[in-house]
């Protein structure tokens, strides 16, 4: 973790980027959302970039937690990080959470093979603005950025209700930092979905 995150997490700041509403507030968001689900996913998944349509395949809705970290579509491509997959896992497990539970959802794609990552913010937003999760899970500092520089130019798009969580990344958290893994499981302990 960089010193800029650390200082905030010492004084206490958990998450960075979220927004309090009421309990009704986040009610009828997500009725609302629900009432028209058919017809706005249907042009949702017709306005997907072809890339994005490989993690459509694998969304199972509701959605009410989504999982995201820099190196997402690296691993879901086949040129995973085993240690990676395997922390992923351990945490999915000690929360009692299942695949069909937790959406996956990148910040950055790969263009092609050896290409660079292209930053796709704005497709994370149109699903948490379609979906109204409750929250995003953003593993590492690159995704933190990148959320943050986008919901800070874009604040109407993190829905009332929604909190995006900032947590270490997987490089923080191996081979065996217990300091990192205990603040990503303070993070994230009472999380009910």
């Known amino acids: 973790m960089s010193e800029y995150y650390r200082v905030w997490q010492i004084s206490g700041l958990h998450f960075l980027l979220s927004r ?41 809705l509701p959605i009410q937690v989504i999982w995201t970290y820099w190196e997402l579509d690296e691993d879901m491509r086949g040129e995973s990080n085993p240690a990676r997959l395997s922390l992923w896992r351990s945490i999915m497990e000690a929360k009692h959470w299942t695949q069909k539970q937790v959406c996956f959802w990148p910040v950055a794609v790969k263009r ?12 994370l937003a149109d699903i948490l603005k379609l979906f109204t999760p ?44 217990r300091e990192a893994k205990a603040q990503t499981w303070f993070g994230i302990k009472n999380l009910v979905i």
């Open 20 to 60: 309090p509403t009421t309990a009704m507030a986040s009610i009828s968001a997500s009725t609302s959302a629900t009432a028209t689900t058919f017809s706005s996913e249907e042009s949702f998944v017709q306005s997907l970039p072809e890339c994005f349509r490989f993690y459509w395949q694998r969304v199972r």
């Open 112 to 123: 092609g093979p050896g290409q660079a990552e292209d930053l796709r913010v704005d497709v």
């Open 134 to 177: 409750r929250h995003v899970l953003s593993f590492g500092e690159q995704s933190h950025a990148a959320l943050r520089h986008y919901f800070t130019s874009f604040p109407e798009c993190l829905p009332d209700g929604c909190t995006i969580h900032c947590l270490p990344g997987a490089e923080d958290m191996l081979p065996d930092n």
